[in-house]
Nanobody
Framework: QVQLVESGGGLVQAGGSLRLSCAVS????????MGWFRQAPGKEREFVAA????????RYADSVKGRFTISRDNAKNTVSLQMNSLKPEDTAVYSC?????????????WGQGTQVTVSS
């Protein structure tokens, strides 16, 4: 079982930055993939970014490429999402997720989410 707890959300003006963190506890393996997703009001949840727990491979949604950076700290068991040049359309609840299969497509564990609001 894996537990995920997000933090770092808040209110920021357009053009600003925020850093989200996901504390990971429980049993994880180097093959796990850790991802960030977001869901805006009235919209479906969408993929934002993902990285393999062992490092080496990262993926980003086209909408955040060049602005967001996903990273992991294995010693601290955290996965972070640095968000720069934020836009009002980035407003959403951001959730951390873990994919034990390593496929980047099968996320079985989810955090409760943290709200990010970008004002224009």
């Amino acid at each position: 079982q894996v537990q995920l707890v997000e933090s770092g959300g808040g209110l920021v003006q357009a053009g600003g930055s925020l850093r989200l963190s996901c504390a990971v506890s429980g049993r994880t393996f180097s093959t796990y993939v850790m991802g960030w997703f977001r869901q805006a009001p009235g919209k479906e949840r969408e993929f934002v970014a993902a990285t393999r727990w062992s490092g080496g491979i990262t993926r980003y949604a086209d909408s955040v490429k060049g602005r967001f950076t996903i990273s992991r700290d294995n010693a601290k068991n955290t996965v972070s999402l640095q968000m720069n040049s934020l836009k009002p359309e980035d407003t959403a609840v951001y959730s951390c997720a873990a994919d034990p299969s390593g496929s980047f497509f099968s996320y079985d564990y989810w955090g409760q989410g943290t709200q990010v609001t970008v004002s224009s």
